[in-house]
């Protein structure tokens, strides 16, 4: 394990980016095209754990240059599972001492503490587990007037699940924040995005984008706060 984080380490060229305060289209496009995004799809794409992962080298590359960019406070993932991109953002975090990363997982305490227990506690620190459902957490984060720079929504695909966590996401993302949903591959999960962009005309898709395909093969969605 220690091989592992050593070299997770090496690679951690984030430094070449320079802060972005609210990265739009043309700034994620730069990212996505960069040789830093091409080098950590690879490592994602051939290292374990994240190689055999349920979310994709493509979006913990983008999510983990994202958050080396805009230097986040807080971030929050909808499904946390074993834990392993809740450690990646965790990791890209490094730069803001006090950054704080929430996963939410209500059935996930047994899959997800003992792989967080074998984490150095550098990475522990900035980690934070619910295991609670996206309502729960969300009510709480309303509740407390909480903002979160960048959510990424990967609970419950089903459309329903999927629109209550993206509207609910919208609500406590700060202004020129991010939305990024896994799986919008899923007929459930696209439907879900398109509806929520349908009454929400002042958000930035940036699926539009020119060549959408590098946002990895649309099988995720980034969204821009206004
Ligand atoms: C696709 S997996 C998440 C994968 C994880 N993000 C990763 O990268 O490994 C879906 C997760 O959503 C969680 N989940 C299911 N219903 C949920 C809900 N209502 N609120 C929050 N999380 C939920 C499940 O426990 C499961 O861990």
């Known amino acids: 394990m220690n091989i592992l984080f050593a070299r997770i380490r090496r690679y951690s060229g984030r430094a ?9 289209q043309a700034d994620l496009i730069a990212l996505v095209e960069s040789a830093v995004y091409r080098e950590r799809l690879d490592f994602f794409g051939t290292t374990e754990p994240w190689k055999n992962g349920l979310t994709n080298g493509g979006a913990l590359a983008l999510m983990e240059l994202l958050i080396g960019a805009t230097r986040p406070q807080n971030v929050v993932e909808i499904g946390s599972n074993r834990g392993w991109t809740a450690y990646v953002m965790a990791q890209a975090m490094e730069e803001n001492p006090t950054g704080l990363v929430h996963t939410i997982g209500p059935f996930d305490s047994w899959r997800f503490m003992p792989v967080y227990e074998s984490w150095p506690s550098a990475i522990r ?4 587990f619910y295991p609670i459902n996206s309502a ?12 979160f720079e960048l ?15 993206i509207q609910c996401a919208a609500r406590v993302v700060t202004s020129g924040g991010h939305i990024v949903i896994d799986n919008v591959d899923l007929p459930d999960v696209r439907r879900a995005t398109d509806d929520f962009l349908s ?5 930035t898709d ?5 060549r959408t395909d590098i946002l990895n093969g649309s099988i995720i969605a980034v969204l821009v706060a206004p």
Do not use: M
Request: charge should be positive; aromatic fraction near 16%; glycine fraction near 2%.
């Open 125 to 128: 620190q900035k980690v934070k």
């Open 206 to 210: 940036c699926r539009d984008a020119r």
């Open 16 to 24: 070449q980016f320079r802060l972005i305060p609210s990265p739009k």
């Open 136 to 147: 729960a957490f969300f009510q709480d984060a309303i509740a407390k007037d909480q903002r």
């Open 199 to 203: 009454s929400h005309l002042n958000w």
């Open 151 to 165: 959510i990424f929504v990967d609970g419950n695909h089903d459309y329903e699940f999927a629109l209550f966590d």
